[in-house]
């Protein structure tokens, strides 16, 4: 059966809670665990993660997912985005000390536990998410395995350059728009000096060539969100990875928000599949 603990509330590094939830079964014994980073703009029940999580945990892969503390959601309101100043404020430095935070957590929190070996730890990110997961898999030794699904290869590309940058400085604030909550979200200057100051620790390229685990990248040959050469990019930096490309798929692998069917799109269900096997094959 499969067991829910969904929106426990722990202490954040940077003043602001993290939301997460687990899933498990009892049934089975010391199963491995995921760990899932979401996207830019995205959150832990976006979609179909929610079922994406069950599916994992009915065939024996425990599965934790969570909403960085700067995301954008609130403890009352972890869907969406009420706190848009939050948002603005968010950067990847405080993405990776909020993964270490739920790392810090789950060790702790699940040392003995009956159902969870918190020894066995997976990251898996999706887009931008993709791209903290492999920062924080090639630093923290406590990760074994890592998925980069529709995965991110580098973060300066995305920063604006010349004018816009100049414009961005002078003002202090950017807005990016949300298509579909029509909200302007904001990013405060700081998102990009903090990169600056901390950019060798936030290069991907580096952290790739580093990784010394088992490591599978999934994309979709479709995606027009993150580009199929940063799929390829990432496997040159790592070859002993495993690279996958889901022929049609898009940058949501078939999923869209919300997410009302009880059964997983395509997609989604070749990738438990793949991760699964990956995962099962490991141990």
Not at 43 to 66: C, E, Q, R, Y
Not at 120 to 142: C, M, P, Q, Y
Not at 156 to 181: C, H, Q, Y
Not at 250 to 261: E, L, R
């Amino acid at each position: 059966m499969v067991i829910e603990e969904v929106n426990k509330i722990i202490k954040g590094p940077h003043r602001l809670p993290i939301l997460l939830d687990v899933f498990y079964n009892d049934t089975v014994a010391h199963a491995p665990l995921i760990i899932f980073c979401h996207g830019y703009k995205g959150f832990k029940d976006w979609g179909a993660w929610n079922l994406l999580a069950k599916t994992f945990a009915d065939s024996g892969i425990a599965f934790l997912k969570f909403n960085f503390s700067h995301n954008g959601g609130s403890v009352e309101q972890p869907i969406d985005f009420p706190d848009l100043e939050a948002f603005g404020h968010n950067n990847y430095t405080k993405e990776l000390d909020d993964l270490s935070q739920v790392l810090d957590w789950v060790e702790t929190t699940y040392s003995e536990h009956p159902y969870i070996d918190a020894s066995n730890i997976t990251l898996v990110g999706h887009s931008r998410g993709g791209g903290i997961v492999t920062l924080k898999a090639a630093e923290d030794s406590r990760v074994k395995t890592l998925v980069s699904l529709a995965g991110v290869s580098d973060f300066k590309s995305r920063f604006p350059k010349g004018t816009d940058l100049d414009a961005w400085e002078s003002t202090g604030v950017r807005f990016i728009m949300n298509g579909r909550t029509k909200q302007q979200m904001p990013h405060y200057f700081q998102f990009f000096e903090d990169f600056i100051a901390n950019a060798s620790r936030l290069t991907i390229q580096a952290a790739a060539k580093n990784l010394k685990l088992p490591h599978l990248i999934i994309h979709g040959d479709t995606d027009t969100s993150v580009d199929l050469k940063e799929a390829f990019a990432l496997h040159k930096w790592h070859p002993e990875s495993q690279l996958i490309l889901l022929e049609g798929a898009n940058h949501v692998f078939g999923s869209h928000h919300p997410w009302d069917f009880s059964e997983l799109p395509p997609y989604l269900q070749q990738i438990h599949s793949k991760i699964s096997h990956f995962i099962n094959n490991l141990q």
